[in-house]
Each structure stands twice: as C-alpha cells, then as structure tokens.
C-alpha cells in the first residue's frame, strides 16, 4: 500500500461522556510518516482521542478515516469490528504503564499478537521478536519477567510487543510519564529512531522538550477543541490564544 494511503484523517469527530462534550467537532489530517506531538491540559481529551483512533472508545458523531478503512460511530455501519481491526493492525498503542502481560516473559510477550492474530509460526515470531528486542536494546533480556524489569525497559518492551505486528504507526499515550529523567531518554531515543525509519507517530506527551526536537508538529487540545496546531516552535514559542499561552506559561514555568 503506498504511504499516501495511509493518511489519518478525522472529521467532525465529537464524543461524549453523558451530558460532558469531551471532544468537540475534531477535524484533523495527519500525514504518513509524521511525528505529531498532542499536548494539551489534564482533562482535555488527548487520552480520549487516541481510543478513538484505534476502536477503544466509542464516539457519538462524525468520522475516522484510514486509508480505505472508515470508523463511524455506528458500529453496524463498520462491518462488526472489522473496521476496527483493520485500524489496529495499522496502528499500535502504547500506554503509560506498559500493560505488559505479566504472567508471560519478555519474548512470550512480544511473540503473543504475531502468533495468535498473524498466525506466524513459532520460529517466525521467536525471529521477528528477538530482532525487535535487539532493536530497542533488550536482546539480553528475552527470559525475563515484566516485574524483573525497570520501568524504562518495560515500556521498550511494550513498544516492541505493538512493532512486533509491523504496523505503520504508532499511537502513544504518555509513554515515559512513569519513568525516570535517564530512562525516559532511553524510550525517547527508540521513537527517533522509529521516526527516522519513517513511522507514522502520534504521540500524547507533557515532554516538550521532545515534541520541539522530534515532532514535526505539535497539536494543542483543550476543552475538547485542537486550539493550536503548528510546527513546535510556532505552537510552542508563539502560541496565538490566550489559553494556550496560559497551558504553556504553566508547563514552562
Ligand atoms: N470512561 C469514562 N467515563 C466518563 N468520563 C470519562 C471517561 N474517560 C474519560 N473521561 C473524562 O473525559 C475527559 C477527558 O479525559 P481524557 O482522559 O481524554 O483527558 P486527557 O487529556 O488524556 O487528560 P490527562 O492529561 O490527565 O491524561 C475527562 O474529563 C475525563 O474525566
Ligand atoms: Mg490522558
């Protein structure tokens, strides 16, 4: 499939929690092969948009699009979850705490969804696993537990085990929030890696630091609206609303 195809783009998506409007009329396109940084206050949605994007969460109007691929509201109208099983084989998600399986080692974890959705046999999976482990630097680590390991390799883990379905982008949520200022650099380093091969990144951080020397574009959602969308010095350095001078007066301190 060439990249252009594989184009996210969201019209008019709106979502409520009962009578709460969390996400409010979003349009938004984001290109293959970009790295988006979605910044924005505790509450804002960012969380809530990402489920979105990959068929956690439910919305109530509007559309997603990937590629051929359509994702409305009403779930009929998506082929019963096929939609959505198509959305999350082209894009992976990666959470704050890794949701690792713990009963399972590193190298069962990350040979699990190749096997089971796949249907890799065991020694293509057990391959493809342990180049992905070398990758994020944890080949020597594949008998381990999940409870054996650091936070930082944890979350190498787990981007490993969502590469492992060679999707063509990733969706983050916070991924170094849990972790040390030296062990967040470890998985920040992984994702510029991964941007240089051209993956498709969407990435919910408070790391602005990140979003300014990585992203190639950073989103700021408030109140359930996407109030500054620009490249990171434009948002970052000359917000143009109020709130979004305040959101960031108060994370740069
Ligand atoms: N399952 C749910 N049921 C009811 N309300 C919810 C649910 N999930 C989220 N919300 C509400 O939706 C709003 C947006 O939440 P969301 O988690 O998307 O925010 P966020 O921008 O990711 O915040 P944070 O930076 O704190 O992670 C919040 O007010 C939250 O309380
Ligand atoms: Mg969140």
Redesign the pocket.
């Known amino acids: 499939m060439p990249n252009g195809e594989l184009e996210i783009s969201i019209r008019d998506l709106t979502k409520r929690?009962?009578d709460?409007l969390?996400l409010d009329r979003i349009n938004l396109t984001i290109q293959s092969g970009q790295t988006v940084a979605l910044i924005?206050?505790?509450?804002?949605?960012?969380?809530?948009?990402l489920?979105c994007l990959n068929g956690l969460?439910q919305f109530d109007d509007g559309e997603i699009r990937v590629g051929a691929h359509t994702l409305r509201p009403d779930r009929r109208a998506n082929g019963g979850g096929a939609v959505v099983h198509q959305l999350r084989r082209l894009f992976g998600m990666v959470f704050q705490d890794f949701q690792l399986f713990p009963h399972l080692s590193v190298l069962a974890n990350v040979i699990e969804a190749p096997r089971l959705v796949l249907g890799l046999d065991h020694d293509a999976a057990v391959e493809r696993a342990r180049k992905l482990l070398k990758r994020v630097g944890l080949a020597e680590h594949e008998n381990a537990w999940p409870q054996q390991l650091s936070g930082g390799q944890k979350q190498r883990v787990a981007i490993a085990r969502a590469l492992a379905m060679e999707p063509r982008g990733l969706l983050c949520?916070?991924i170094t929030s849990a972790l040390d200022p030296e062990l967040k650099n470890e998985v920040l380093a992984v994702l510029e890696d991964l941007k240089r091969e051209g993956m498709t990144l969407l990435m919910?951080t408070?790391e602005i630091g990140f979003a300014r020397r990585a992203a190639d574009r950073v989103l700021l959602?408030a109140d359930g609206k996407i109030i500054e969308d620009g490249l990171p010095a434009e948002v970052l350095d000359q917000p143009k609303t109020p709130r979004a001078r305040a959101f960031l007066r108060s994370v740069l301190g």
């Open positions: 929690f009962g709460r969390i924005g206050p505790s509450g804002g949605g960012k969380s809530t948009l489920r969460t949520d916070e919910v408070h959602l």
